[in-house]
């Protein structure tokens, strides 16, 4: 099985700020990387593919690097919408995901 | 734009089989390149996707639940369903059903079923 691990598990910030998410692969993945953001009582929604990919309709501060191992989520400037938990999710092998990421003030 | 949505019982007796069923509208679970998964959250918020079925009809599940897992497809209603046999406590998860699995992201997902499993 391939492992994905978040750090942090929990992120405190402001309105404005530049926030950065990590998720690591047990093993190269590529770039078969997805992110989401998850607000409370609601689904998982997809932001970025491919590693890197904005999904169409995200906002563009939203972005996505990194390939085999690391991976990085970055929002340039953090919006009161935002306050969510965010998930990585590997689709190279099978499927998994982060333990989550929750993004609070 | 497609639509899913999971329906089924909310509660589960213990070594019961819980049956889910997942109606997509707004596309066709036939489509080509298409895979259809079913998603479980724990209340501890961790994912686990189950398995899916592709728009062949070919399945593949997660190793650790391959056991107690099947999943179908009724394409005359569009939808696809989820059996998990046995259920225990550890079942205990709110269950989506969602468009992507192999190679492909998840890009569309239900509102979730959250499942109970007590006697």
């Known amino acids: 099985d391939i492992q994905m691990t978040q750090s942090p598990s929990t992120l405190s910030a402001s309105v404005g700020d530049r926030v950065t998410i990590t998720c690591r692969a047990s093993?190269?993945?590529?770039?078969?990387l997805a992110w989401y953001q998850q607000r409370p009582g609601k689904a998982p929604s997809v932001l970025i593919y491919?590693?890197?990919t904005l999904q169409i309709g995200v906002p563009s501060r939203f972005s996505g690097s990194g390939s085999g191992t690391e991976f990085t989520l970055t929002i340039s400037s953090l919006q009161p919408d935002d306050f969510a938990t965010f998930y990585c999710?590997?689709?190279?092998?099978?499927?998994?995901f982060g333990q989550g990421t929750k993004v609070e003030v | 734009q497609v639509q899913l949505q999971e329906s089924g019982p909310g509660l589960v007796k213990p070594s019961q089989t819980l049956s889910l069923t997942c109606t997509v509208s707004?596309?066709?679970?036939?489509?080509?390149?298409?895979?259809w998964s079913w998603i479980r959250q724990y209340p501890g918020k961790g994912l686990e996707w189950i398995g899916y079925?592709?728009?062949?009809?070919?399945?593949y599940y997660n190793p650790s639940l391959k056991s107690r897992v099947t999943i179908s497809e009724d394409t005359s209603k569009n939808q696809f369903s989820l059996n998990l046999s046995s259920m225990t406590a550890a079942d205990a998860a709110v269950y989506y059903c969602?468009?992507?699995?192999?190679?492909?992201?998840?890009?569309?997902w239900g509102q979730g079923t959250l499942v109970t499993v007590s006697s």
């Open positions: 969602a468009r992507g699995g192999g190679i492909n992201w998840f890009d569309s």
């Open positions: 707004g596309g066709s679970i036939t489509s080509g390149g298409s895979f």
């Open positions: 079925i592709s728009y062949s009809g070919r399945t």
């Open positions: 093993q190269s993945i590529g770039a078969w």
């Open positions: 491919k590693a890197s």
């Open positions: 999710h590997q689709y190279n092998t099978f499927a998994t």
